[in-house]
Nanobody
């Protein structure tokens, strides 16, 4: 599975961005897809996930501001980010989790930089 993330950029505090993650295979076959972020000198943290059936979960720090969604026909997952804050600055990574009877595979995209200026 190959994941291509896009949509990052530089935005002022209070602004919005939409990230996209295009998968090389059907995303319905993936148990869960999500977005993680990593700020300089910090660990990679979960931002939001969406399951195969559309259930979502968010980090407390982004609840009410970010929305994750998926378009199965386009094999793409989105992260709509509103009311951005400087602390949202990080490299954002797309992730896909595929599980089988005896397997559990994580796939990562290349990351896209989001910079929020104050």
């Amino acid at each position: 599975v190959q994941l291509q993330a896009s949509g990052g950029g530089l935005v002022q505090a209070g602004g919005s961005l939409r990230l996209s993650c295009a998968a090389s295979e059907s995303i319905f076959s993936m148990n869960r897809m999500g977005w993680y972020r990593q700020a300089p000198g910090k660990q990679r943290d979960l931002v939001a996930v969406i399951t195969r059936y559309g259930s979502t979960s968010y980090a407390d720090s982004v609840k009410g501001r970010f929305t994750i969604s998926r378009d199965n026909a386009k094999n793409t997952v989105y992260l709509q980010m509103n009311s951005l804050k400087p602390e949202d600055t990080a490299v954002y990574y797309c992730n896909a989790l595929v599980t089988g009877t005896l397997t559990r595979d994580n796939y990562w995209g290349q990351g896209t930089q989001v910079t929020v200026s104050s």
